[in-house]
């Protein structure tokens, strides 16, 4: 049994898990760990007292999503930032960034990305789908749902609430393959 349990967990890590920590600056924004928990970019201050990046594992579980980087082509279809620190709903009041994240490249072909931030749109009491909706036909109108549902969470405040409990995936995975490791 020890035996079997030994190897096991060497096999496990001959294969590579995704861990966040590990995980180069550049890939880490949008990257699932094998745990299915969220990476997430911060920044620190070096012993040089430079500003510098290092990526982190999140509290905030992905539903069905595992070791997965986000492709390049999701990145960029959907108007995501791999440097940016933390997450906010409030990307979603810019009304360029919801078209490209409700452009059928990114909301059918990203899942990873428009899960979450169908979250954050939840969190904030409005679904994804109906904002993309009200963004095609009056985006102003899309921009006062966000506007109207109160104050926006930030990182630390969301992954303790709705995004980490399980909702509805807004889509399934289609054409979007993870980037290789």
Same mark, same amino acid.
């Given at each position: ?19 966040c ?22 920044t ?9 990046? +290092?990526?982190?594992? =999140?509290?905030v579980?992905?539903?069905?999503l /595992?070791?997965?980087?986000? &492709?390049?082509?999701? #990145?960029? %279809?959907?108007?995501v ?40 749109a ?12 009200? +963004?095609?036909?009056? =985006? ?6 966000i /506007?109207?549902?109160?104050? &926006?969470?930030?990182? #630390?405040? %969301? ?23």
């Open positions: 049994m020890i035996i079997f349990l030994a190897f096991t967990l060497f096999l496990q890590g001959t294969l590579g898990e995704l861990v920590e590990e995980l180069p600056v550049g890939l880490c924004s949008f990257s699932i760990a094998t745990s299915g928990k969220r990476c997430l970019l911060e620190y201050t070096s012993n040089y007292g430079t500003m510098d990046f +290092q990526c982190k594992t =999140s509290e579980v992905a539903i069905n /595992q070791e997965y980087i986000e &492709a390049d082509e999701c #990145v960029i %279809a959907c108007g930032d791999r440097k940016s620190t933390g997450i906010s709903s409030d990307s979603l009041l810019d009304a360029q960034f919801t078209t490209r994240l409700c452009s059928p490249q990114c909301y059918q072909n990203c899942p990873n990305i428009v899960d979450l931030y169908y979250n954050l939840l969190a904030e009491g409005a679904f994804l789908s109906d904002l993309c909706k009200s +963004q095609r036909t009056n =985006s102003r109108r899309s921009i006062a749902q /506007q109207s549902s109160g104050v &926006a969470l930030g990182p #630390v405040a %969301a992954a303790a609430g709705p995004m980490s409990a399980a909702a509805p995936s807004p889509s399934s995975p289609v054409d979007c393959a993870p980037a290789p490791i």
